[in-house]
């Protein structure tokens, strides 16, 4: 569906939000996201699942 047929109410709801209102990431995801990421250069091979599972259960 091209925006030319979109009614107007839908395609003024469909624009992107100026950046000052985008969402941004806690502090608590920011922490939580470079323990993964910690995690997974220490031990490569081990599933995502298993290290976003033990970040889980450390919070």
Do not use: G
Not at 1 to 23: C, D, F, G
């Amino acid at each position: 569906m091209s925006q030319k047929t979109l009614p107007r109410a839908m395609s003024e709801w469909s624009k992107q939000l100026p950046e000052e209102q985008w969402a941004k990431p806690s502090d608590e995801l920011k922490s939580q996201s470079r323990r993964v990421l910690e995690l997974q250069q220490a031990n490569p091979q081990r599933p995502i699942i298993e290290i976003f599972a033990q970040i889980s259960e450390d919070t």
